[in-house]
């Protein structure tokens, strides 16, 4: 190591590091400085160096070839320069024997007069120089090398002004990140549009909806179930069938309004303008029942008691709404609720029930079991229905469980296919 080293060098390089700034592309605040040193100088060339380990990076500069960006740090006389807290002035460098026969003053371009200052931060640290050179030998005026320490020092400020803004930066990156996973939090829990409405306007305004059709599932026998399984099987359990319950509602355009114990509850119809949630709901409540099918085939294979099923549908007005501060829920409310969980009460394992209502708006598209009228609690005796499958003529399968493009046709109203052709 042909250079001197500051006494603080480790701490230095430290401090350095932290900055971030070498290597750094150019920046106009930089190349500023050290054109207004040159120009009030008077100087041929001038740069700012951040000297790092073993090499000088010129980080701005004026009058120095642009592919000029990384010198060994012994060939520069800013080596030097971060070894002291004040200016360095070297009127000749051909007279001084630190700087004579270092690159640019030995060779090409022959500098003779270097003056530097270092750039000290808050904490003490030389992180580099400003710097000036001419091509004869000259001396700097009181008022000049003011100007370069005052210079430096904007140098510096510049360089702390960089982390600084790095560190809003990275604040306002946290922030919205923080802002991200709150609002994800939000679609969690409540409607991508209910969610919206509370973010924008701090509340969400109660809606009556005239038409609106509700699901409630619940599983047969299931506190003797709860009594027999280990919490943690239990739960996945209920983990596992609600969250194949999700992605076929997501499918059929329903939301998916709360679960309470081993109850599932969704609406079709409440947050979107579709006309034919009604039959949307019961293709659902299909899927469900066939899911459950498939499930309880693959528990008897496993020698596992299976989880039955009762459905229930109804199709009716309710209000819509957000209650609470600290947890908010979305939830609905009117008669139509309770009706509905009256259908599914007074289903039977494995069976769809819908009521009167529901089973006016689909009667021409799904097979049909006429139950009579059952005795329902605070209601009295209410027609109901079995849903058993999608009539032929609007299957897509022989089971009947899917609906083929007739059915879709037939929902939006289209009888007869239209062509621009001749």
């Known amino acids: 190591m042909d250079y001197a080293v500051p006494a603080n060098e480790t701490e230095r390089l430290a401090a350095l590091g932290k900055y971030g700034i070498f290597g750094s592309a150019p920046e106009a605040g930089f190349d500023d400085l050290a054109e207004l040193a040159a120009h009030i100088t008077g100087a041929t060339f001038s740069m700012v160096n951040i000297v790092g380990d073993t090499s ?13 960006s990384e010198v060994p740090r012994g060939s520069v006389c800013c080596a030097h320069t971060i070894c002291q807290s004040d200016l360095l002035v070297c009127p000749d460098t051909h007279a001084d024997d630190r700087f004579k026969h270092l690159p640019f003053i030995a060779t090409d371009p022959h500098v003779r007069f270097y003056a530097g ?10 992180l580099g120089t400003l710097c ?113 319950f999700d992605k076929i ?21 409440l947050l979107s303008d579709s006309k034919s949630h009604v039959v949307d709901t019961c293709l659902a409540a299909l899927e469900i029942r066939q899911a459950m099918a498939r499930a309880n085939k693959q528990r008897e294979r496993l020698q596992m008691a299976p989880w039955q099923l009762r459905i229930g549908i109804h199709t009716g007005n309710v209000m819509s709404g957000v209650v609470g501060k600290d947890k908010f829920t979305f939830d609905i409310w009117g008669d139509s609720v309770n009706v509905a969980a009256r259908m599914q009460a007074a289903s039977e394992p494995g069976r769809i029930n819908i009521s009167e209502s529901t089973y006016q708006h689909v009667k021409k598209f799904f097979a049909l079991d006429a ?22 003529e609007y299957a897509q399968d022989a089971e009947g469980q899917q609906p083929n493009e007739k059915l879709s046709a037939a929902l939006t109203g289209a009888t007869s296919s239209w062509s621009l052709g001749s």
């Open 56 to 68: 000088a990076w010129i980080k701005a500069r004026h009058g120095v070839p642009p592919d000029l």
């Open 132 to 244: 000036v050179m001419d091509l004869a030998p000259r001396e700097l005026s009181f008022e000049t090398s003011e100007a370069i320490r005052r210079l430096a020092r904007q140098v510096v400020a510049q360089i702390e002004l960089r982390v600084k803004l790095a560190e809003i930066e990275q604040t306002q990156h946290a922030l919205e990140s923080e802002k991200q996973r709150a609002e994800e939090l939000i679609l969690n829990i409540l409607p991508a549009a209910i969610a919206h409405e509370l973010t924008t306007n701090g509340h969400v305004e109660p809606r009556h909806h005239p038409s609106v059709t509700i699901m409630f599932t619940d599983f047969v026998d299931f506190t003797k179930y709860a009594g027999q399984l280990a919490p943690r099987v239990l739960v996945d359990d209920l983990d596992q069938y609600f969250s194949e």
């Open 249 to 269: 509602i997501r499918r059929h355009g329903l939301e998916k309004l709360k679960t309470i114990g081993d109850a599932y509850m969704c609406a079709g119809g």
């Open 371 to 392: 139950r009579g009228s059952l005795e329902v609690k605070n209601k009295g005796a209410m027609p109901m229905y079995f849903l058993d499958r999608i009539v032929e």
């Open 117 to 126: 200052m270092p750039l000290i931060d808050s904490g003490g640290y030389a």
